[in-house]
């Protein structure tokens, strides 16, 4: 299994400002993912993250507006850039390990102003 | 495309009841399909899996089937208690694909003493 460190837990945040969420992963991974959670509601994957290539962003979704860095095999970053309230979600990344199921952080609670 | 229909909820129950929360799914192929559980204030936990058809999952007293013929993996246990609270999230991944995960609604379920 894999242990996954999200940063920062929680936030409030100002519309019209950005903030990164980091994900740490404490072994190599090639495949990382990025999803949101609105209030009440279901897992949505924003993008996945594969070191060494773009992120590939799933429908709806946009580089501007989420952009993603990974720059070695156990890190990621997730940037909400712009917000406004209906960002206002949980956002979690997950790691797929080779033969096992994905594992999540405990995810970034973001509350926009 | 692939999706995943769960029971809505909320469900109510009393400790020591049985406890079932439909899912149904739709996709090419022979899928993967987990159950995934959230407690309040944390990310995904993995509680169990399935990976071929007649498959049987099982974690914590939890069980599912993975039933090809009615394309379903309901989660079941026998005896819930007050810790089982949480939101429980089905979710499949398709055969030989990207392992992306496709989740459903999600159903809270509340265990009173």
């Known amino acids: 299994s894999a242990v996954i460190s999200q940063k920062p837990s929680r936030d409030i945040c100002q519309r019209g400002t950005s903030l990164t969420i980091q994900c740490q992963v404490d072994s190599q991974v090639t495949m990382m993912f990025w999803y949101r959670q609105q209030p009440g509601q279901s897992l949505t994957l924003i993008a996945t993250?594969?070191?060494?290539?773009?992120?590939?962003?799933e429908s709806g979704f946009v580089i501007d507006k989420f952009p993603i860095s990974r720059p070695n095999l156990t890190f990621s970053t997730l940037t909400v850039s712009n917000m406004s309230p209906e960002d206002s979600s949980i956002y979690l990344c997950?790691?797929?390990?080779?033969?096992?199921?994905?594992?999540f952080g405990d995810g970034t609670r973001l509350s926009i102003l | 495309g692939n999706s995943v229909t769960q029971m809505e909820g909320p469900v109510t129950l009393s400790e020591e009841a049985f406890l079932t929360i439909n899912c149904t799914y739709t996709?090419?192929?022979?899928?993967?399909l987990f159950w995934y559980v959230q407690y309040p204030g944390e990310g995904l936990q993995l509680l169990l899996k399935a990976t071929k058809a007649d498959d049987k999952g099982s974690n914590k007293g939890f069980e599912a089937t993975y039933r090809k013929e009615t394309t379903s993996f309901h989660l079941e246990k026998g005896s819930v208690q007050v810790s089982d609270s949480a939101v429980y999230f089905c979710a499949l991944i398709e055969q030989g694909g990207s392992e992306k995960l496709v989740f459903g609604k999600g159903t809270k379920l509340t265990v009173n003493p």
């Open positions: 997950s790691v797929a390990l080779p033969d096992q199921p994905q594992h």
């Open positions: 993250a594969n070191q060494g290539s773009e992120a590939t962003y």
């Open positions: 996709a090419t192929g022979y899928p993967s």
